[in-house]
Nanobody, 117 residues
Framework: QVQLVESGGGLVQPGGSLRLSCAAS??????????SAWYRQAPGKQRELVAR???????NYADSVKGRFTISRDNAKNTMYLQMNNLKPEDTAVYHC?????????WGQGTQVTVSS
């Protein structure tokens, strides 16, 4: 059974940084096999893609986070990360990690990120 568990969220002031982690179990090196991503959903808004990394290591980002967020993975630890710098109040949301193939789609339960002074 595959599980994705996010951690690292919290309350941070504008301009601050957080690093989110997504630890996987059930499939070793899942993030090098599947296309993986971070999504977020703010209250009253639709879920949006924040950053994606392919099995080959290619990354892409939402325009709103380019230059501030970095997605990465550690295959040995079976963990994916999202480094978030220069956080803004509009980054406040529940962040979910995802690993997907043509036939499988796995989600974590989410971690809350709140950016406020």
């Amino acid at each position: 059974q595959v599980q994705l568990v996010e951690s690292g969220g919290g309350l941070v002031q504008p301009g601050g940084s957080l690093r989110l982690s997504c630890a996987a179990s059930g499939i070793f090196s899942i993030f090098s096999i599947y296309t993986s991503a971070w999504y977020r959903q703010a209250p009253g808004k639709q879920r949006e893609l924040v950053a994606r990394i392919t099995s080959g290591g290619r990354t892409n980002y939402a325009d709103s986070v380019k230059g501030r967020f970095t997605i990465s993975r550690d295959n040995a630890k079976n963990t994916m990360y999202l480094q978030m710098n220069n956080l803004k109040p509009e980054d406040t949301a529940v962040y979910h990690c995802n690993a997907a193939s043509n036939v499988r789609d796995y989600w974590g339960q989410g971690t809350q990120v709140t950016v406020s002074s």
